[in-house]
C-alpha cells in the first residue's frame, strides 16, 4: 500500500515556464512533509520543507503548497531553469517518528 | 570529504554470497538509516538506528541485517545475496530532538547487483 504517491513519472518543461510536480497522501496522520531532489549517480537533497500547520512554503524560485484536506501537496519550480533537471522525491512523516515515507519520484527535464 | 561515506559505490557479487555495505558521517547525527530505491518503487526503509544501541527494522528488512558499530557507523549487511536485492541502496542520516523533525543527509549511494 503506497501512502505516497507521485503519480506522474516524468514531466517535461520549457526554460522560464513553471514546473509543478504533485505528490499525494493517504495518511492523515503526517504532518511534516520534505520534498528531495536527485541528480544521477548522486544521494538525494533535501529542498524544501512544509509542516501541516501551514499552506504554503516558499524559498527562493521553490514554493511548496499543502492542502490537507485534499491530502495533496505540489511544489512549484519558478522560473524553471535546465539545472532543475533531476528526479523530485516528496516525502511525509508524522513528527516525532523521524522515518520518512518516499513516493515514487518524478523525472523533471526543463528544456533550453 | 563528504558528509555522509558509503563504501563501495558499486559492487557486483554472485547470489548466496554475503555482502556488507557501509556508511559513516561526519555530522554528529544520532539517527542513521538504510533505504533502498527501485525503479517505480521510490526509496523504502530497510533498517533505521536512532542510536548505537537502537535497531529498528523498516519496511522491508527481510534478508537484511545492521550492525551500529559506533554513533558514526551503520552498516548494512545480505546474509545471503539474491538477485531481487539488486538495487541502489542509500544510507541517511538525521538529527532528533522532542517535537523537531528534520530531513535527512543522503550519502551518495551504493549500487549493488546481484548476479
Known amino acids: 500500500d503506497q501512502q505516497v504517491k507521485q503519480n506522474s513519472p516524468s514531466l517535461s518543461v520549457q526554460e522560464g515556464r513553471i514546473s509543478i510536480l504533485n505528490c499525494d497522501y493517504t495518511n492523515s496522520m503526517f504532518d511534516y512533509f520534505l520534498w528531495y531532489k536527485k541528480y544521477p549517480a548522486e544521494g538525494p537533497t533535501f529542498l524544501i520543507s512544509?509542516?501541516?500547520?501551514?499552506d504554503k512554503n516558499e524559498d527562493g524560485r521553490f514554493t511548496v503548497f499543502l492542502n490537507k484536506s485534499a491530502k495533496h501537496l505540489s511544489l512549484h519550480i519558478v522560473p524553471s531553469q535546465p539545472g532543475d533537471s533531476a528526479v523530485y522525491f516528496c516525502a511525509a512523516s508524522r513528527i516525532a517518528t523521524y522515518k520518512y515515507i518516499f513516493g515514487t519520484g518524478t523525472r523533471l527535464k526543463v528544456l533550453a | 570529504d563528504a558528509d555522509v561515506t558509503q563504501t563501495p559505490r558499486n559492487r557486483i557479487t554472485k547470489t548466496g554470497k554475503r555482502i556488507m555495505l557501509e556508511c559513516s558521517q561526519t555530522k554528529g547525527h544520532d539517527r542513521m538509516y538504510w533505504y533502498r530505491q527501485d525503479p517505480g518503487l521510490g526509496l523504502r526503509l530497510i533498517y533505521y538506528s536512532f542510536d548505537v544501541k537502537d535497531i529498528n527494522k523498516g519496511e522491508i528488512s527481510d534478508g537484511y541485517s545492521v550492525s551500529r558499530q559506533a554513533q558514526a557507523k551503520f552498516s548494512l549487511s545480505l546474509e545471503s545475496a539474491i538477485p531481487n536485492q539488486t538495487a541502489l541502496y542509500f544510507c541517511?542520516?538525521?538529527?532528533?530532538?522532542?517535537?523537531?523533525?528534520?530531513?535527512?543527509?543522503f550519502g551518495s549511494g551504493t549500487r549493488l547487483t546481484v548476479v
Open positions: 512544509i509542516s501541516s500547520i501551514k
Open positions: 541517511a542520516t538525521s538529527v532528533g530532538g522532542a517535537g523537531v523533525n528534520y530531513g535527512y543527509t
